[in-house]
């Protein structure tokens, strides 16, 4: 998955998630800073970091929503979306983004039967870690309290690195398969604790059991 927060003075901010299909976890496996310049150079920058990282394009590519279509081109009516798009880059608008509470949520440890290890649902490589200025600075820098004034808020170095986490935390199409697995871990482990229950009261392998209730 790829995720770009665009400006108009900035230029793209972009991070790299992958998924280990072990566990259902994330990891920000990259990410890069394309300066501000003409569109067709930064697009150009952008395919390069994909070509660097894997033989293939992403499988979902994500970009803020207010970002992406805000106007970039006043004579043509264009905006981030469209001109990419005309450039090979395609991208979906982000849902609704995430807020911190549930960012916090993504990185704090939670146990990993499969890892046999706490680990968060969502981790940062050690070649993402050592970027310089990159996600993990931008994350520990970041700040917010209710006195806060939003010019303040807004122009916090690093804000743009929360923000591209904060769009893909919350992408319904990520989240919808996570949740559906979770679900359906959560019903196999309930099938096999009745089954060991049932056994237990002498039934043994004669008494299979299918579709048991949850008993919510």
Same mark, same amino acid.
């Given at each position: 998955?790829?995720?770009?927060?665009?400006?108009?003075?900035?230029?793209?901010?972009?991070?790299?998630? &992958?998924?280990?299909?072990?566990?259902?976890?994330?990891?920000?496996?990259?990410? $890069?800073?394309?300066?501000?310049?003409?569109?067709?150079?930064?697009?150009?920058?952008? /395919?390069? @970091?994909?070509?660097?990282? %894997?033989?293939? !394009?992403?499988?979902?590519?994500?970009?803020?929503?207010?970002?992406?279509?805000?106007?970039?081109? /006043? *004579?043509?009516? *264009?905006?981030?979306?469209?001109?990419?798009?005309?450039?090979?880059? !395609?991208?979906?608008?982000? !849902?609704?983004?995430?807020?911190? *509470?549930?960012?916090?949520?993504?990185?704090?440890?939670?146990?990993?039967?499969?890892?046999?290890?706490?680990?968060?649902?969502?981790?940062?490589?050690?070649?993402?870690?050592?970027?310089?200025?990159?996600?993990?600075?931008?994350? &520990?820098?970041? &700040?917010?309290?209710?006195?806060? #004034?939003?010019?303040?808020?807004?122009?916090?170095?690093? /804000?743009?690195?929360?923000?591209?986490?904060?769009?893909?935390?919350?992408? %319904?199409?990520?989240?919808? $398969?996570?949740?559906?697995?979770?679900? @359906? #871990? &959560?019903?196999?482990?309930?099938?096999?604790?009745?089954?060991?229950? $049932?056994?237990?009261?002498?039934? #043994? *392998?004669?008494?299979?059991?299918?579709?048991?209730?949850?008993?919510?």
């Amino acid at each position: 998955v790829e995720v770009v927060d665009p400006s108009m003075t900035r230029g793209l901010y972009i991070i790299y998630f &992958q998924m280990d299909p072990r566990t259902d976890r994330w990891f920000m496996t990259w990410a $890069a800073h394309v300066p501000d310049g003409p569109i067709s150079v930064m697009v150009e920058q952008v /395919k390069r @970091e994909r070509r660097f990282i %894997r033989d293939r !394009d992403p499988e979902l590519c994500i970009m803020d929503a207010k970002g992406g279509r805000a106007r970039i081109d /006043k *004579e043509r009516d *264009e905006d981030w979306l469209q001109r990419f798009r005309q450039l090979g880059l !395609d991208y979906v608008p982000n !849902d609704e983004p995430t807020t911190l *509470e549930e960012v916090d949520e993504w990185l704090k440890l939670t146990w990993d039967p499969v890892l046999e290890k706490p680990i968060p649902k969502l981790s940062i490589t050690e070649g993402v870690a050592a970027i310089h200025r990159g996600p993990l600075w931008g994350l &520990q820098r970041f &700040q917010w309290h209710p006195l806060m #004034g939003q010019k303040e808020f807004l122009q916090q170095p690093g /804000k743009d690195w929360v923000d591209c986490v904060k769009y893909f935390c919350n992408q %319904r199409s990520i989240n919808r $398969a996570r949740l559906r697995k979770g679900r @359906e #871990g &959560q019903r196999g482990r309930t099938v096999e604790r009745h089954s060991r229950l $049932a056994r237990s009261y002498g039934f #043994g *392998e004669r008494a299979r059991l299918f579709n048991l209730p949850t008993y919510r």
